[in-house]
């Protein structure tokens, strides 16, 4: 770790010189190849959401989100439209371009532009959306707003300790493991050991770099597959 000294030869932090604050996250599109992230409207997104989520049918992936399952979908909508209007969390719904039908949520929440920080989180990626390029699109797309339009320092991502799908994915996309808050929280009645994983504005270069490389169509064989990983496109 590079650290700096004081006047009276104590160790400090590196100077961040000339800072101004980030931005706050806009309610406006982002659009890829394969995806577009906006701002949650129930108005738009709600029908093709709980479709979306229904085929989840053991609603497993509800089980380490603080709300949820919703019986049925006025319980959903109403949810949704609580959701929509918050700015910390600030939902988005994550839209198939080749469907035009949001097929998950993912937000931006303890959002800190005074001192560059911001975390991804509330993320709900629907059977349809699981394990597919669009997923991977959706969270670059996401990070590229954060790092290249905002200009944050710190970008974070916590799960519960024991969601091992979420902290696999957080690995995959380029976060680094920085520890366990133990009984950091509650929810649903019971305890929440919280795992921390981050990435700062000078990771992000060799990070961007990957994600481009892994979503260009050279990286898909006429089957689909991949031919590099993305974790592996991340060591190299």
Not at 185 to 197: I, L, V
Request: aromatic residues 14%; contains cysteine.
């Amino acid at each position: 770790m590079k650290y700096y000294t004081n006047d009276l030869g104590q160790r400090v932090g590196f100077p961040v010189a000339n800072w101004k604050t980030s931005g706050r996250p806009p309610r406006s599109q982002k659009v890829g190849c394969l995806c577009r992230i906006e701002p949650l409207n129930p108005k738009y997104h709600a029908k093709a959401l709980y479709a979306s989520f229904s085929k989840d049918t053991d609603d497993r992936n509800w089980t380490y989100l603080p709300y949820g399952p919703f019986d049925n979908f006025k319980s959903f909508n109403a949810w949704l439209e609580v959701a929509s209007k918050g700015d910390d969390p600030m939902f988005h719904a994550i839209i198939n371009l080749s469907t035009e039908e949001a097929v998950g949520l993912a937000s931006y929440l303890r959002i800190d532009p005074a001192y560059g920080v911001i975390e991804v989180g509330h993320i709900h990626l629907s059977p349809l959306l699981q394990r597919t390029s669009l997923a991977t699109e959706s969270m670059f797309l996401m990070m590229s707003r954060v790092f290249d339009e905002l200009g944050y320092r710190r970008y974070e991502w916590k799960c519960d300790a024991l969601n091992e799908a979420s902290r696999k994915a957080a690995l995959r996309l380029g976060f680094s493991f920085e520890g366990i808050f133990r009984q950091a929280t509650m929810y649903k009645g019971r305890n929440r050991d919280t795992a921390w994983y981050a990435m700062i504005d000078k990771d992000w270069p060799s990070i961007r770099l990957a994600f481009e490389s892994w979503l260009g169509p050279e990286n898909f064989d006429s089957e689909g597959k991949q031919k590099k990983s993305l974790r592996d496109l991340m060591m190299q």
